[in-house]
Protein backbone atom coordinates (compact mmCIF):
# COMPACT_ATOMS: atom_id res chain seq x y z
CA UNK A 1 0.00 0.00 0.00
CA UNK A 2 1.54 3.35 -1.13
CA UNK A 3 2.19 5.96 1.76
CA UNK A 4 -0.94 8.04 2.86
CA UNK A 5 -0.55 11.99 2.07
CA UNK A 6 -0.44 14.41 4.98
CA UNK A 7 -3.15 16.25 2.82
CA UNK A 8 -5.51 13.55 4.19
CA UNK A 9 -5.04 14.95 8.04
CA UNK A 10 -7.52 17.39 8.83
CA UNK A 11 -5.89 19.99 11.56
CA UNK A 12 -8.58 20.31 14.95
CA UNK A 13 -7.98 23.84 16.37
CA UNK A 14 -9.97 23.36 19.51
CA UNK A 15 -6.74 23.34 21.92
CA UNK A 16 -5.70 26.85 20.33
CA UNK A 17 -9.07 28.01 22.00
CA UNK A 18 -10.27 25.82 25.04
CA UNK A 19 -8.38 23.50 27.31
CA UNK A 20 -9.18 20.48 25.87
CA UNK A 21 -8.59 16.71 25.90
CA UNK A 22 -8.53 13.75 29.10
CA UNK A 23 -4.80 13.40 28.46
CA UNK A 24 -3.77 16.87 28.11
CA UNK A 25 -1.82 18.18 31.21
CA UNK A 26 -0.60 21.72 29.69
CA UNK A 27 -4.15 23.53 28.99
CA UNK A 28 -4.60 26.21 26.32
CA UNK A 29 -2.27 26.11 23.43
CA UNK A 30 -0.15 29.67 23.40
CA UNK A 31 -0.39 32.09 20.62
CA UNK A 32 3.13 31.56 20.36
CA UNK A 33 2.95 27.73 19.86
CA UNK A 34 -0.12 27.48 17.42
CA UNK A 35 1.15 30.01 15.39
CA UNK A 36 4.24 27.03 14.99
CA UNK A 37 1.66 24.07 15.08
CA UNK A 38 -0.27 25.86 11.84
CA UNK A 39 2.97 26.92 10.11
CA UNK A 40 4.31 23.45 10.22
CA UNK A 41 1.35 21.93 9.16
CA UNK A 42 0.96 24.07 6.59
CA UNK A 43 4.49 23.49 5.11
CA UNK A 44 3.92 19.65 5.33
CA UNK A 45 0.77 19.42 3.36
CA UNK A 46 -2.01 19.84 5.59
CA UNK A 47 -4.63 22.29 3.98
CA UNK A 48 -7.70 22.08 6.45
CA UNK A 49 -8.54 23.33 9.68
CA UNK A 50 -11.49 22.48 11.80
CA UNK A 51 -12.72 24.70 14.08
CA UNK A 52 -15.68 26.03 15.53
CA UNK A 53 -17.82 29.11 17.28
CA UNK A 54 -17.69 27.18 20.39
CA UNK A 55 -13.62 26.74 20.68
CA UNK A 56 -12.95 29.53 22.66
CA UNK A 57 -10.91 32.10 20.78
CA UNK A 58 -9.71 29.85 17.86
CA UNK A 59 -11.16 31.51 14.99
CA UNK A 60 -9.21 34.28 15.80
CA UNK A 61 -6.29 32.76 16.40
CA UNK A 62 -6.55 31.22 13.08
CA UNK A 63 -7.36 35.03 11.90
CA UNK A 64 -4.18 36.26 13.45
CA UNK A 65 -2.03 33.44 11.64
CA UNK A 66 -3.44 34.34 8.30
CA UNK A 67 -2.64 38.15 8.83
CA UNK A 68 0.45 37.40 9.51
CA UNK A 69 1.38 34.55 6.52
CA UNK A 70 -1.19 36.00 3.83
CA UNK A 71 0.91 33.26 1.97
CA UNK A 72 -0.27 30.52 4.42
CA UNK A 73 -4.04 30.52 3.98
CA UNK A 74 -5.74 27.34 4.97
CA UNK A 75 -9.27 26.40 3.92
CA UNK A 76 -11.33 26.28 7.06
CA UNK A 77 -14.19 24.23 8.41
CA UNK A 78 -16.19 25.63 10.99
CA UNK A 79 -19.17 24.92 12.89
CA UNK A 80 -22.61 27.03 14.27
CA UNK A 81 -22.83 26.43 17.77
CA UNK A 82 -25.25 23.92 19.59
CA UNK A 83 -27.87 26.35 19.87
CA UNK A 84 -28.00 29.61 17.82
CA UNK A 85 -30.88 32.50 17.53
CA UNK A 86 -31.36 31.38 13.55
CA UNK A 87 -28.57 34.51 12.61
CA UNK A 88 -26.57 32.27 9.89
CA UNK A 89 -25.93 35.00 7.37
CA UNK A 90 -24.69 37.13 10.53
CA UNK A 91 -22.48 34.65 11.88
CA UNK A 92 -21.22 33.66 8.34
CA UNK A 93 -19.95 37.35 7.94
CA UNK A 94 -18.24 37.27 11.32
CA UNK A 95 -16.48 34.06 11.21
CA UNK A 96 -15.07 35.32 7.96
CA UNK A 97 -14.16 38.30 9.66
CA UNK A 98 -12.49 36.25 12.16
CA UNK A 99 -10.51 33.91 10.30
CA UNK A 100 -9.53 36.20 7.65
CA UNK A 101 -11.10 34.58 5.05
CA UNK A 102 -13.07 34.94 2.01
CA UNK A 103 -14.65 31.89 2.09
CA UNK A 104 -15.41 28.95 4.45
CA UNK A 105 -14.57 25.49 2.90
CA UNK A 106 -17.46 24.04 5.21
CA UNK A 107 -20.11 25.11 7.71
CA UNK A 108 -21.12 22.20 9.32
CA UNK A 109 -24.02 22.05 12.24
CA UNK A 110 -22.13 21.12 15.44
CA UNK A 111 -24.81 18.29 16.35
CA UNK A 112 -27.50 16.29 14.89
CA UNK A 113 -29.97 18.10 17.27
CA UNK A 114 -29.05 21.31 16.05
CA UNK A 115 -29.28 20.02 12.32
CA UNK A 116 -32.80 19.15 13.21
CA UNK A 117 -34.13 21.98 14.99
CA UNK A 118 -32.81 24.36 12.90
CA UNK A 119 -33.56 22.36 9.20
CA UNK A 120 -36.34 25.54 8.68
CA UNK A 121 -33.07 27.73 7.73
CA UNK A 122 -31.31 25.13 5.34
CA UNK A 123 -32.19 27.47 2.27
CA UNK A 124 -30.02 30.62 3.99
CA UNK A 125 -26.99 27.94 3.94
CA UNK A 126 -27.92 26.89 0.34
CA UNK A 127 -28.29 30.29 -0.50
CA UNK A 128 -24.84 31.57 1.36
CA UNK A 129 -23.36 28.69 -0.89
CA UNK A 130 -24.45 30.32 -4.12
CA UNK A 131 -22.89 33.05 -3.17
CA UNK A 132 -19.13 31.44 -2.66
CA UNK A 133 -19.30 32.37 1.49
CA UNK A 134 -19.10 29.20 2.09
CA UNK A 135 -18.11 25.83 -0.52
CA UNK A 136 -19.62 22.65 1.55
CA UNK A 137 -23.29 22.00 4.22
CA UNK A 138 -22.32 19.10 6.96
CA UNK A 139 -22.97 17.89 10.32
CA UNK A 140 -21.09 16.67 12.68
CA UNK A 141 -22.79 13.63 14.34
CA UNK A 142 -22.18 10.80 16.68
CA UNK A 143 -24.22 7.83 15.93
CA UNK A 144 -24.89 5.48 13.08
CA UNK A 145 -28.57 6.29 13.32
CA UNK A 146 -28.00 10.28 13.27
CA UNK A 147 -25.46 9.43 10.21
CA UNK A 148 -28.71 7.46 8.27
CA UNK A 149 -31.11 10.09 8.84
CA UNK A 150 -28.45 12.73 7.58
CA UNK A 151 -27.13 11.35 4.29
CA UNK A 152 -31.48 11.35 3.27
CA UNK A 153 -30.64 15.47 2.77
CA UNK A 154 -28.25 15.73 -0.57
CA UNK A 155 -27.19 18.92 -0.12
CA UNK A 156 -25.15 17.35 3.40
CA UNK A 157 -22.10 17.44 1.92
CA UNK A 158 -19.87 16.35 4.37
CA UNK A 159 -20.23 14.33 7.54
CA UNK A 160 -18.13 13.97 10.89
CA UNK A 161 -18.04 11.34 13.03
CA UNK A 162 -15.86 9.99 15.64
CA UNK A 163 -13.88 6.81 14.32
CA UNK A 164 -11.02 5.22 15.97
CA UNK A 165 -9.61 1.65 16.97
CA UNK A 166 -12.40 1.37 19.55
CA UNK A 167 -15.36 3.25 17.58
CA UNK A 168 -14.13 0.88 14.58
CA UNK A 169 -15.15 -0.65 11.93
CA UNK A 170 -17.07 -3.38 13.11
CA UNK A 171 -19.74 -0.20 14.95
CA UNK A 172 -19.36 2.20 11.54
CA UNK A 173 -17.91 0.33 8.72
CA UNK A 174 -21.50 -0.37 7.42
CA UNK A 175 -22.78 2.81 7.60
CA UNK A 176 -20.01 5.03 6.55
CA UNK A 177 -20.15 2.56 3.50
CA UNK A 178 -23.32 3.31 2.89
CA UNK A 179 -22.66 7.35 3.36
CA UNK A 180 -19.78 6.99 0.52
CA UNK A 181 -22.22 5.64 -1.73
CA UNK A 182 -24.40 8.04 -1.37
CA UNK A 183 -21.61 10.69 -2.76
CA UNK A 184 -21.23 12.01 1.25
CA UNK A 185 -17.43 13.30 1.51
CA UNK A 186 -16.35 11.37 5.35
CA UNK A 187 -14.17 12.90 7.75
CA UNK A 188 -13.41 11.31 10.92
CA UNK A 189 -12.38 12.81 14.75
CA UNK A 190 -11.34 11.05 17.79
CA UNK A 191 -8.79 9.12 16.25
CA UNK A 192 -7.13 9.03 19.97
CA UNK A 193 -10.09 8.84 21.91
CA UNK A 194 -9.12 12.52 23.48
CA UNK A 195 -6.07 10.68 24.39
CA UNK A 196 -7.57 7.75 26.13
CA UNK A 197 -5.28 5.58 24.15
CA UNK A 198 -2.37 6.86 25.33
CA UNK A 199 -3.06 7.23 29.68
CA UNK A 200 -1.55 4.61 32.52
CA UNK A 201 -3.66 1.48 32.30
CA UNK A 202 -3.34 1.32 36.00
CA UNK A 203 -4.83 5.01 35.69
CA UNK A 204 -7.97 5.55 37.85
CA UNK A 205 -10.12 6.97 35.21
CA UNK A 206 -13.48 5.66 35.29
CA UNK A 207 -13.80 5.53 31.59
CA UNK A 208 -10.44 3.76 31.33
CA UNK A 209 -11.17 1.04 33.80
CA UNK A 210 -14.65 0.17 32.51
CA UNK A 211 -12.46 -0.01 28.38
CA UNK A 212 -9.44 -1.96 30.73
CA UNK A 213 -10.06 -4.91 28.69
CA UNK A 214 -10.59 -3.63 25.19
CA UNK A 215 -7.46 -1.28 25.69
CA UNK A 216 -5.36 -4.25 26.99
CA UNK A 217 -6.34 -6.35 23.74
CA UNK A 218 -5.24 -2.73 21.82
CA UNK A 219 -1.40 -3.02 23.58
CA UNK A 220 -1.15 -6.67 22.80
CA UNK A 221 -1.73 -5.42 19.26
CA UNK A 222 0.56 -2.84 19.29
CA UNK A 223 3.18 -4.97 20.30
CA UNK A 224 2.60 -7.46 17.74
CA UNK A 225 2.68 -4.53 14.62
CA UNK A 226 5.75 -3.23 16.34
CA UNK A 227 4.60 -0.06 15.79
CA UNK A 228 3.94 3.13 17.80
CA UNK A 229 0.26 3.67 19.21
CA UNK A 230 0.12 6.65 17.28
CA UNK A 231 0.73 4.91 14.75
CA UNK A 232 -1.32 2.30 14.89
CA UNK A 233 -4.43 4.96 15.65
CA UNK A 234 -3.56 7.22 12.92
CA UNK A 235 -3.04 4.91 9.84
CA UNK A 236 -5.94 2.83 11.52
CA UNK A 237 -8.30 5.61 10.08
CA UNK A 238 -6.33 7.34 7.55
CA UNK A 239 -5.81 3.53 5.57
CA UNK A 240 -9.75 3.20 5.74
CA UNK A 241 -11.12 3.78 1.72
CA UNK A 242 -14.03 5.40 2.85
CA UNK A 243 -12.71 7.88 4.86
CA UNK A 244 -11.60 10.84 3.10
CA UNK A 245 -10.29 12.74 6.12
CA UNK A 246 -8.44 12.13 9.50
CA UNK A 247 -9.01 14.63 11.77
CA UNK A 248 -6.64 15.19 14.31
CA UNK A 249 -5.58 18.02 17.30
CA UNK A 250 -2.14 18.42 18.59
CA UNK A 251 -0.91 20.71 21.61
CA UNK A 252 2.87 20.80 20.26
CA UNK A 253 4.79 21.24 16.73
CA UNK A 254 6.18 17.72 18.00
CA UNK A 255 3.38 15.85 18.38
CA UNK A 256 2.34 17.73 14.96
CA UNK A 257 5.66 16.19 13.76
CA UNK A 258 5.19 12.71 15.17
CA UNK A 259 1.48 12.93 13.73
CA UNK A 260 2.88 13.41 10.09
CA UNK A 261 5.93 10.88 10.63
CA UNK A 262 3.48 8.42 11.99
CA UNK A 263 1.97 8.20 7.98
CA UNK A 264 5.21 6.55 7.31
CA UNK A 265 4.27 3.29 8.58
CA UNK A 266 1.57 1.06 6.61
CA UNK A 267 -0.56 -1.31 8.93
CA UNK A 268 -0.77 -4.94 7.29
CA UNK A 269 -3.86 -6.47 6.54
CA UNK A 270 -3.58 -9.16 9.44
CA UNK A 271 -3.31 -6.32 12.23
CA UNK A 272 -6.41 -4.59 10.76
CA UNK A 273 -8.26 -7.33 11.14
CA UNK A 274 -7.62 -8.02 14.80
CA UNK A 275 -8.35 -4.32 15.45
CA UNK A 276 -11.66 -4.61 13.52
CA UNK A 277 -12.14 -7.63 16.08
CA UNK A 278 -12.74 -5.36 18.77
CA UNK A 279 -15.87 -4.95 19.92
CA UNK A 280 -17.20 -2.44 22.88
CA UNK A 281 -20.37 -3.71 23.66
CA UNK A 282 -21.30 -0.21 25.42
CA UNK A 283 -20.50 2.30 23.13
CA UNK A 284 -21.56 4.85 25.62
CA UNK A 285 -17.82 4.61 26.75
CA UNK A 286 -16.96 5.77 23.32
CA UNK A 287 -18.48 9.33 23.87
CA UNK A 288 -16.74 11.74 25.29
CA UNK A 289 -19.13 14.04 25.99
CA UNK A 290 -20.98 11.07 28.19
CA UNK A 291 -17.50 10.49 30.36
CA UNK A 292 -17.79 11.10 33.90
Same mark, same amino acid.
Given at each position: ????????F???T?Q? $?????? =?????? #?? +?? %??? /? @??????????????????????????????????????????????????????????????????Q?????????????????????????????????? $?V???? =?????? #?? +?? %??? /? @??????????????????????????????????????????????????????????????????????????????????Q???D????????????????????????????????????????????????
Amino acid at each position: MPKISTNKFILGTVQM $GLNYGI =NNSSGK #VS +LE %DSF /E @ILECAFDNGISILDSAEAYGDAHQVIGAFHKNHPEKTFEIITKLPHHFDAQIKEKVSIYLAELQVPQLYALLFHSYDSYKKNISNFDVLLELKAQNKIKHI $GVSVYT =NAEIEA #VI +LN %DDI /E @IIQIPFNLLDNNSLRGEILKKAKAKGKTIHTRSAFLQGLFFKDLNSENHTLKQLHKELMELGDIKIKSNCAMSQLALNYCAQQDYIDNVLIGVDSKSQLKENITALNHTISPEIMADLDAIKVKNVDLLNPSLWT
